[in-house]
């Protein structure tokens, strides 16, 4: 009877071996409150894009439209050159239609492998916009304080096949539950990105950011892109509509 | 004494046609070999001028740094003041600015969908502007397969191998797909003017030619170009004058500390050329070196045998009272007179031959094409190149070659004992 006490104390203590300090709170659950923080089951979001080139500094300002992880509507409101150009991602598959030509044009291949309007976000970027949850396995490596602030420093590894970026480290804020810092990594452990975000708000129930920051670490001198969220509304009634291709060219 | 000399060697036919025959064709040949090394090789250096890396070629510093991601974000700014400048001070060359850009082909099916799609390689060219010699140093009437060559800035010449992949033809709209000069996106429809193979292996396996305005255009480069290229107007390449120009240019106009200051690059600073260009700069040394031996022992043996020949009438002009250093000085005076005769004809008609050569070239497109898995690009067509030092090379073998020979030859004049001369005539 003791022995199976033991045991049993044993396999308890294995059990909780992942809860995390103080808090109590698992990876899996720290995990589960970003994407809650972060993810919704619909969006609509009017932003402003500020790329830093190497000459000059442009502003692409952008309404979106965007369903759970698989459907996505965006429209480019300025400046003049890009006013128009819309943009429709529906499951893998990601279209683009700009006045210009008046084509819609599906990017596929190397293609998604380019920047976004000349950031240091790429396509793949946009349609690898998943739950981390669904792509990665995450172990905690220690917990940090930035500018007085408690985060934890977590460790992320794909657990899915073809991910852009099959290793992360996040800097997880303790009490906004957002990663305020992230290293975006290739297979080899190559640096790729790094990504952060301030300006944290309450917007319905949820911590949000209003300013994330895109850094290209492969671009030699990159300045970074910084994305300006203006207008954010979760869980609005989005019709079906609004995700078909027809809606590229009006 | 001259005079003298040459109406006896015409009145001999003997003494003088054969061996001017001999120097004069061998003189030609000597000038007309080494005319087609040199176009040879030139014609190699040019096709990877025009393609990539032009005479002269100028580029901003920070985009010589990452010209292989082809950064138009760094391409020069105020092109045409730079042109305008360029020819103004650099009159030896004729100057053009170029962009390169790479993204995606889309080709729509008849609701305007994609239909197919694949990578691109893209040379916005000035074709249009008046006086434009691209055309010509591209060899494009030469290389069309179907259609014409662009006649407005939405026109565009696809390479066969793209055409056949995409499954275009001539009169087709296609759209290109990338990133403007800011790196915003950009699409742009151009008009498929024609169908081009430059027989040069891979080299266009993905390759669209442009007007530079279509260009500019699409990727938002106004008066902006990712670099000038400089072509001398022979389109002979001369490596010491080309680098003495990049240094003299990049002293006066480039500023180390500033990113975007113009810099200029000769082609040796193409990837691997300067090796290229120094081995072809040996290799063409050595051939000829070795070739102009051989054709000195022949015309110095020749010049040896005429010295011989001429045993008997030697003998007779001493027995006659000549002095020997008379005869000797004779007979060299008539091997300079021969010489240079045979030197000025050979150089003459070896300098025809060559012009002729460089004019027209000779056509190899067919064994060429044999070798068209191989990414080396090479030309079709050799041309030979008439160069300043064709004009005196001959008289190396021609004259001096002879005059060595009758002067070797002669020196036995200075053995004949007199007390046997007149024995030796009787015989």
């Given at each position: 009877m003791k022995i199976k006490t033991i045991i049993s104390a044993f396999i308890l203590c294995q059990g909780f071996s992942f809860l995390i300090g103080e808090e109590n709170i698992t990876v899996d659950e720290l995990l589960k409150a970003i994407d809650a923080n972060l993810y919704a089951k619909s969006r609509v979001l009017t932003s402003k894009m500020i790329v830093h080139g190497r000459r000059t500094s442009r502003t692409i300002e952008s309404r979106n439209w965007i369903v759970g992880i698989d459907k996505s509507f965006t429209e480019y409101l300025s400046p003049p050159r890009e006013a128009g150009t819309k943009m429709l991602k529906d499951g893998d598959k990601l279209w683009a239609y700009s006045p210009q030509t008046d084509r819609v044009i599906q990017i596929s291949g190397h293609m998604l492998r380019q920047s976004v309007m000349g950031s240091d976000m790429s396509y793949n970027d946009m349609m690898e916009d998943k739950p981390l949850t669904d792509l990665y396995e995450a172990t905690i490596e220690r917990s940090e304080m930035i500018d007085g602030r408690k985060h934890w420093v977590l460790s992320l590894n794909a657990?899915?096949?073809?991910?852009?970026?099959?290793k992360r480290r996040a800097w997880v804020d303790a009490e906004y539950l957002l990663p305020m810092k992230e290293e975006l990594y290739a297979k080899g452990g190559k640096l790729l990105k790094s990504t952060s975000m301030d300006g944290i708000k309450k917007v319905q129930g949820r911590w949000f950011p209003t300013r994330f920051i895109f850094r290209?670490?492969?671009?030699?001198?990159s300045k970074g892109t910084e994305w300006i969220i203006d207008d954010i509304q979760f869980d609005v009634e989005i019709p079906n509509s609004r995700f078909s291709k027809a809606l590229l060219r009006k | 004494m001259i005079k003298f000399l040459t109406k006896g060697l015409l009145r001999d036919r003997s003494r003088s046609l054969f061996p001017v025959l001999v120097i004069t064709l061998t003189v030609a040949m000597v000038v007309f070999t080494i005319g087609f090394m040199r176009g040879t090789m030139n014609s190699l250096f040019l096709d990877t001028a025009v393609i990539l890396t032009g005479h002269e070629k100028i580029v901003t510093r920070a985009y010589n740094e990452e010209s292989q991601l082809m950064p138009n974000d760094l391409a020069l700014l105020d092109v045409d003041q730079l042109v305008d400048e360029l020819r103004r001070d650099y009159p030896g060359f004729f100057w053009s600015p170029r962009i390169t850009f790479a993204g995606l082909l889309d080709v729509p099916d008849e609701n305007g969908e994609t239909k197919a799609q694949g990578p691109v390689i893209a040379f916005g060219i000035d074709?249009?502007?008046?006086?434009?010699?691209q055309v010509e140093i591209w060899e494009l009437e030469r290389s069309i397969v179907s259609g014409k060559l662009?006649?407005?800035?939405?026109d565009a010449l696809i390479s066969s191998k793209l055409a056949n992949r995409l499954n275009i033809s001539a009169g087709e709209s296609v759209t290109f797909i990338g990133s403007t000069m800011e790196n915003a996106f950009t699409t742009y429809n151009f008009n498929v003017s024609g169908t081009f193979n430059l027989r040069k292996g891979q080299t266009d396996k993905q390759m669209m030619l442009v007007d530079l305005s279509g260009a500019r255009l699409a990727l938002d480069m106004d008066n902006a170009a990712s670099a000038i290229f400089g072509f001398t107007h022979s389109l002979y390449y001369d490596d010491e004058a080309a680098v003495t120009l990049r240094d003299q240019y990049n002293k006066a106009e480039s500023d180390s500390l500033d990113i975007f200051s113009p810099f200029m690059l000769a082609l040796r600073d193409g990837n691997q050329m300067g090796t290229m260009v120094d081995v072809s700069g040996a290799m063409i040394a050595i051939m000829g070196g070795i070739f102009l031996v051989v054709v000195m022992v022949v015309l110095w043996n020749m010049g040896l045998m005429n010295g011989l020949r001429r045993y008997g009438e030697v003998g007779l002009r001493l027995a006659m009272g000549e002095s020997k250093g008379q005869v000797y000085r004779s007979m060299i005076s008539e091997a300079v007179i021969i010489g240079l005769f045979g030197t000025i004809i050979g150089t003459g008609m070896g300098l025809v031959l060559t012009y002729y050569v460089q004019e027209h070239g000779i056509d190899y497109t067919k064994g060429m094409e044999a070798l068209s898995n191989s990414s080396m690009i090479m030309p079709n067509i050799f041309y030979a190149q008439v160069t300043p030092d064709l004009f005196y090379i001959?008289?190396?073998?021609?004259v001096l070659a002879t005059v060595l020979g009758t002067m070797l030859a002669g020196l036995a004049i200075y053995k004949r004992e007199m007390a046997q001369l007149f024995k030796e005539l009787e015989t």
């Open positions: 657990r899915v096949t073809g991910l852009s970026y099959p290209d670490e492969l671009k030699r001198n | 074709f249009l502007s008046h006086g434009s010699r662009p006649k407005n800035r939405n001959g008289f190396i073998p021609g």
